[in-house]
């Protein structure tokens, strides 16, 4: 089964930095390159980071160069670092496994997601 616990959330003022965790199954990681969502109320959710896994990383224009994925293969847990984080940023925000379509695309890899961990970001 698939199991994604993301943590480390919680209420930051504008320009500071929270570092967010996501545990996953074994089989789930060791094969798979994983990613970042993130969802605010009424909207789609979108993808803002990933790592293969070999660990090349990719970023949403909107946080780029401010959050840095990373990956620990030995404890099977995906992290993001948030830095100068800005109340655009507040989300709630889910981890993945991913999957690529025909065009080169990633989406996500599970129809089942973990309960998420809410970023608030205060002005």
């Known amino acids: 089964q698939v199991q994604l616990v993301e943590s480390g959330g919680g209420l930051v003022q504008a320009g500071g930095s929270l570092r967010l965790s996501c545990a996953a199954s074994?089989?789930?990681?060791?094969?798979?390159?994983m990613g970042w969502y993130r969802q605010t109320p009424g909207k789609q959710r979108d993808l803002v980071a990933t790592?293969?896994?070999?660990?090349?990383?990719n970023y949403a224009d909107s946080v780029k160069g401010r959050f840095t994925i990373s990956r620990d293969n030995a404890k099977n847990t995906v992290y993001l670092q948030m830095n100068s984080l800005m109340p655009e940023d507040t989300a709630v925000y889910y981890c993945?496994?991913?999957?690529?379509?025909?065009?080169?695309?990633?989406?996500?890899?599970?129809?089942?997601w973990g309960q998420g961990t809410q970023v608030t970001v205060s002005s």
């Open positions: 993945n496994a991913l999957s690529r379509d025909y065009s080169g695309t990633y989406y996500p890899r599970f129809r089942s």
């Open positions: 074994g089989s789930i990681f060791s094969i798979n390159p």
């Open positions: 790592i293969t896994t070999g660990g090349n990383t």
